[in-house]
């Protein structure tokens, strides 16, 4: 009870250090809050008039204050650009990156453990290079290059998936959107021609980004098998006369789980946090977007709710790394 | 080590199949072209941020207020000099130029059924002013506050609306400014059903719709779609399309590839590159139309060295804007080196000024700069102000000034821009009405030149202090006769040509590519004069 | 075998010094776990490959005002502007006429600058934060996993729109900004690994020894994490590059003309499906530093592993 008590008030303490440090430096970052509100030709008794309403004119510390009041109301504050409360607005936009980030790191974990552990297990060979060059690649090209090259190559010229946007046009408003995950509302309302629809908006961005992280999950992959494959119980099971396949996927890859699930969950957490430049090249309202929008217009109402979200995002996914430390590695519970 | 894994091998086979499966299903469904009574445009339109006419003030709004909302007069899209009546069948104007009568057109009706009474007409116009929004000043300017505006605009007949301005103004102007958007007529009945602690329906129209235009608003989706639908109860011509979907797509090149499969029939933000390639492109074409907007390059007269004249001078010679005007804002823009764009009454086509490097350092040396200076731009890190920039940082260095880009964000850039701490700044700035005024107000008027004056125009932004160009501006607004009104605005782009800290470089062009089977649009001066109304598609 | 110096001794018999299996003083006993490394790294040829690709792009960097055929930030808007790659301009020319191969040698002194100064940064600080996490336990683990819990869910933009609110703009900020935000991904994997090592017989032994949690931490826990670490900081090179072009925007970057291959690549975005040598070019250039650091950082890897072949 105690150690639960204690957990609760560290997470607590970590939401509102995020918070904190977040709104000191929105209020100090070189762009007016106003702007957005009332355009550049507004004049200057309006702007005035504005300000004193969002409550600028208050002292830092104050004006926190009131903020901290609200949230623990539930009251995140409303988006200046979409007129929306924050929570709403994220409400909309999270499930589109959710769907987009979970496909994406089910393909590159789903890819690149496997080759993580072929490259480690054929190590020098044509495959662990061909791993290595196809990784990199992956990883070092620009994702809106990458991005725009495939749309090109596979929506422009082959036919093969969707173009930018969830869905087409179409289905605009024949799909009634209930979680927002449109995979997920299109089955639940049997509308199966919806579902491919959005299937194949869906499949190329989750691919990039499942290409992308499968460069470095199978590097690290590599990475933690090379040390468990060095270890001497390796040579003792060997000796044996265990077979190699279970050896290497009963017993190496298990011991390596426990730093793969760190990088696979950081990975996730990545993904999740939305990838701008994606979202950009492909017209997908997602998380990303709406919070570096928000902050390029000093839309802090917003930008705070998606840093909770994202914090929460983190967090969440740390506690549940730990979790599967503690069940995949006896050795990682405490003393 | 004895490697056998063939399990891996299955493995991944496995994996490749499922996946070859997935993608099987998701097949792009052959019909993806858009239905024929729908019209899809790709538009960036994340700076809507409000549907109220009252406060809209956007570009993107602004074309949507356009096309589903009238007002008492509109431009005629074809001759932008001359005004048609919307909502107003006539309209006269006393003999002391005070007061304008209009009459308004009887059979109208909003979307919501109610008939457009004078009663709407004086309504919308008397809450934009209490509201007091952003672009309220292009009413207040002539007078009206929140304790007149009500005895100032009032319907005096069921279908009569008079408007009593403080002076006698330009009847131009005036009816001009009626045109903008803050002026759009809307249903009186149905807002104020809406209304919530007093406050004129605001909270509700910021999302919703109450107009009277040919089309009428169904939904804004921010950052995603807006779609508009025919108004059945909108007296006219019978609207060709049904519904007009906006697409939110930031990035030209996914714009473009959309465009070429037929995905979309109109993208609307394409590069110079986009354009360039679409334009050979048999089943695209391309309209292309002058806006209202500038692009300029503007010094901060609170740096010493700008505050000599011939330095000001000598930079206008260190930019090539043939070079410019040919290639970096090739399709989108073309070279004006005033403060009017073409098309507003008084525009002028003089452009004395080129490249010429050693002209540039004769004036320096005249100032007693003869190795040139070192200064610092801000920029917005944003095409084409960009390539502008670096190219007027190179050409520059030939006389000596060496120039430091400072890059930023959009709003970052700006709000330095706006506290005046900038050295150079290169931006735009768009008409707010068609009226020569709306230019001449911020390049050319600066009533203070203090920290803390109560206007801060452009001219105020760079330190200009001009008294004598302010009365001229003031003047020009009182002039009824628009040939000498036309003669006041090239005199005094003539003395902003030479001593403003002004570089003007270039007047927007916005272009569209659109779907060769779609007929009938054509961008015009304003954003709010680009009309989907008359769109129809084969 | 008495101590004789090296310099006296022959090259067989230097070899021999270093290879020695009873060193007779620490000095000896550390030059050869170095040599060791060494040999080990030597006889992989593809860490030499890496090797040398970086030697080589250092040297360009020093000598790049000899080896470029052009000026970096003069060029012509009329006469050559986005011109294909020819005889005359190897890698073509960009948006304002400037040689793109120009542009990639003198942008690789900063490039390099800012990859290899980030990894300096921000490794170490995720390497000690990571495994004084996970060897302390506890309240000082959740307490320092929750400090990076706070910077991986920071918005990264927000921080750079700070740092040039508060130091202006330009490259330098940008390598404190990006190192900053760089370190948390290094803390956890660190941690992670810290957490299966520490119960180890061999730990437990050095334990009973008497050594301080310090000394445990640096010598004999950090040794066997800077491995993965290698890895992931010569996978992150390429990111940093990109990211670095990202924060760029917000003018927390390189300044034009500064010809950084990052803001290359964002320049050249627009020219992707036409003019596509305009980002082709330095995201080439990327890919090589990336696969070069990474064979590189295998090699090492592999030599710095102590259960590796001799």
């Known amino acids: ?335 | ?538 | 075998m008495n101590a004789s110096t090296p310099m006296t001794a022959s090259k067989e018999g230097l070899h021999d010094w270093l290879m020695s299996d009873r060193p007779t003083s620490r000095r000896q006993a550390a030059l050869g776990r170095a040599y060791g490394a060494w040999r080990v790294f030597a006889r992989n040829k593809l860490a030499i490959l890496g090797l040398l690709i970086v030697v080589l792009l250092m040297l360009v960097a020093i000598f790049a005002n000899v080896l470029a055929p052009y000026s970096p930030t003069v060029g012509d808007l009329r006469t050559t502007r986005l011109l294909p790659p020819s005889s005359a301009f190897w890698l073509g020319t960009d948006d304002q006429g400037r040689d793109i191969l120009s542009r990639l040698i003198h942008g690789s002194r900063v490039t390099l600058f800012v990859v290899t100064l980030v990894a300096v940064l921000a490794a170490p600080i995720g390497l000690l934060v990571g495994t004084v996490a996970g060897y302390a336990g506890g309240m000082v683990d959740a307490a320092l996993m929750r400090v990076t819990d706070i910077f991986l869910a920071f918005p990264r933009l927000i921080l750079a729109l700070a740092f040039v609110a508060a130091l202006g703009p330009g490259i330098e900020n940008a390598v404190i900004a990006i190192a900053i935000t760089s370190w948390p991904p290094y803390a956890r994997m660190a941690r992670a690994e810290t957490l299966t090592i520490r119960q180890t017989d061999y730990i437990a032994a050095v334990q009973l020894i008497g050594a301080s949690p310090w000394r445990i931490v640096f010598h004999h826990i950090m040794p066997l994490c800077v491995s993965s670490v290698i890895v992931r900081v010569t996978l992150d090179m390429a990111g940093i590059i990109l990211t670095a072009a990202g924060l760029g925007f917000l003018g927390l970057g390189a300044q034009p003309p500064m010809p950084e291959w990052g803001a290359m690549i964002a320049a050249g975005r627009q020219y992707v499906l036409d003019q596509w040598w305009v980002a082709a070019a330095p995201g080439a250039a990327i890919f090589l530093i990336s696969l070069a650091f990474n064979l590189l950082g295998d090699g090492l890897r592999d030599a710095l592993d102590p259960k590796g072949v001799k």
Not at chain 1, 81 to 95: G, N, W
Not at chain 2, 73 to 94: F, I, M, Q, Y
């Open chain 2, 1 to 538: 080590m004895k490697n056998s894994t063939p399990l891996i091998t299955r493995r991944l086979l496995g994996a490749a199949a499922a996946s070859a499966l997935v993608l099987s299903l998701g097949v792009a469904p052959a019909w993806a072209a858009t239905p024929k009574d729908t019209l899809v445009v790709a538009l960036a339109f994340d700076d809507i941020i409000t549907m109220d006419p009252a406060e809209a003030f956007e570009i993107s709004a602004g074309e949507i207020m356009g096309n589903t909302y009238d007002r008492l007069v509109r431009l005629d899209v074809n001759e932008p000099s001359k005004l048609v009546g919307d909502v107003a069948k006539a309209w006269t104007t006393s003999a002391d130029g005070k007061t304008f009568t209009f009459e308004i057109n009887p059979g109208q009706k909003f979307a919501s059924g109610n008939a457009v009474t004078a009663e709407d007409v004086a309504f919308s116009l008397q809450r934009a002013v209490l509201l007091d929004k952003a672009p309220a000043f292009i009413l207040t300017q002539f007078g009206f506050n929140k304790a007149n505006v009500k005895d100032k605009i009032k319907a005096t007949g069921p279908m009569t609306v008079t408007i009593e301005t403080e002076k006698s103004f330009a009847s131009s102007f005036v009816l001009n400014c009626l045109t903008a958007n803050v002026a759009a007529i809307v249903d009186k009945q149905l807002v104020m059903s809406k209304e919530a602690n007093g406050d004129m329906g605001y909270a509700w129209l910021k999302t919703n719709y109450a107009g009277s235009g040919p089309m009428k608003l169904r939904e804004w989706r921010a950052n995603e779609v807006v779609t508009l639908e025919r108004n059945d109860n909108h007296l006219g011509d019978k609207v060709p399309l049904a519904r007009v979907i906006y697409r939110h797509i930031k990035e030209s090149a996914s714009q473009r590839l959309q465009l070429e499969k037929g995905d979309i029939d109109m993208a609307r933000n394409l590069t110079p590159q986009d354009v360039e390639a679409l334009s050979a492109n048999k089943d695209v074409k391309i309209n292309a139309t002058p806006k209202g907007s500038s692009m300029y390059i503007s010094m901060n007269m609170k740096n010493p060295n700008f505050a000599k004249p011939e330095v000001r001078e000598a930079m206008k010679y260190l930019i090539d804007y043939a070079a410019i005007g040919d290639t970096l804002i090739k399709h989108i823009g073309v070279v004006n080196q005033n403060f009017l764009p073409q098309g507003l009454l008084g525009a002028s086509t003089v452009s004395p000024y080129k490249l010429d490097v050693d002209k540039a350092k004769a004036l320096l040396a005249k100032a007693g700069l003869p190795n040139g200076f070192k200064v610092t731009i801000d920029m917005r890190t944003v095409q084409p102000q960009q390539g502008i920039t670096e190219a007027f940082q190179q050409t520059a260095k030939r006389a000596g000034v060496e120039i430091e880009i400072i890059p930023g964000d959009g709003k970052q850039t700006l709000t330095k821009y706006r506290g005046r701490t900038h050295d150079m700044y290169i931006g735009t700035w768009g008409a707010d009405y068609w009226d020569p005024h709306t230019n001449a107000d911020t390049f050319a008027r600066n009533p203070d030149n203090a920290d803390d004056a109560k206007a801060k125009p452009l001219a105020w932004r760079n330190a200009w202090a001009i008294p004598e160009l302010t009365k001229k501006a003031d003047a020009a607004i009182m002039e009824r006769d628009t040939g000498k009104r036309r003669a006041m605005y090239e005199d005094m782009q003539a003395d902003f040509r030479k001593n403003s800290p002004f570089i003007m470089v270039s007047q927007t062009i916005e272009v569209a590519a659109i779907r060769a089977n779609v007929d009938g649009f054509k961008i015009g001066p304003t954003s709010d004069t680009n009309y989907m109304f008359r769109v129809s598609k084969r």
């Open chain 1, 1 to 335: 009870m105690k150690a639960v008590g204690r957990f609760l008030v560290v997470i607590f303490l970590t939401y509102l250090g995020l918070l904190a440090v977040t709104f000191v430096i929105g209020r100090v970052i070189p762009i007016d809050p106003v702007l957005a509100i009332v355009g550049d030709h507004a004049p200057e008794h309006v702007v005035a008039r504005v300000r004193e309403e969002l409550g600028l004119n208050k002292p830092l510390w104050q004006q926190f204050g009131i903020y901290l009041t609200k949230v623990a109301h539930g009251d995140f504050g409303t988006s200046v650009l979409t007129t929306h409360p924050v929570m709403e607005d994220i409400r909309h936009t999270f499930p589109a990156t959710l769907e987009l980030a979970t496909l994406g790191i089910l393909i590159g974990a789903g890819f690149g453990v496997p080759l993580g552990v072929w490259a480690a297990v054929r190590r020098g060979g044509l495959v662990d290079q061909s791993v290595r060059v196809m990784g990199l690649i992956g990883y070092s090209v620009p994702i809106f290059w990458l991005g725009l090259m495939a749309l090109m190559l596979f929506y422009a010229k082959l036919d093969w998936v969707g173009g930018p946007g969830r869905l087409d046009v179409v289905y605009e408003y024949t799909l009634t959107p209930v979680t927002g995950i449109l995979l997920l509302d299109a089955a639940m309302a049997g509308q199966w021609d919806a579902f491919r629809n959005v299937l194949s908006h869906l499949i190329l961005p989750a691919s990039l980004l499942g290409y992308f992280s499968l460069a470095y999950i199978s590097r690290m992959t590599r990475s933690f098998m090379l040390n468990e494959l060095s270890q001497e119980y390796v040579i003792a099971a060997r000796a044996k006369g265990l077979s190699e396949t279970r050896i290497i996927w009963r017993h190496a890859l298990r011991n390596a789980m426990v730093p793969l699930v760190t990088v696979i969950t950081l990975s996730y957490a990545g993904l999740l946090e939305g990838s701008v430049l994606t979202e950009t090249v492909f017209a997908w309202p997602g998380l990303g977007l709406y919070i570096t929008n928000s902050l390029q217009n000093a839309d802090m109402n917003a930008v705070l709710g998606g840093t909770i979200v994202v914090g929460s995002i983190f967090i969440g996914l740390n506690l549940l790394a730990d979790l599967l430390y503690r069940a995949l590695d006896p050795r990682t519970r405490a003393r």
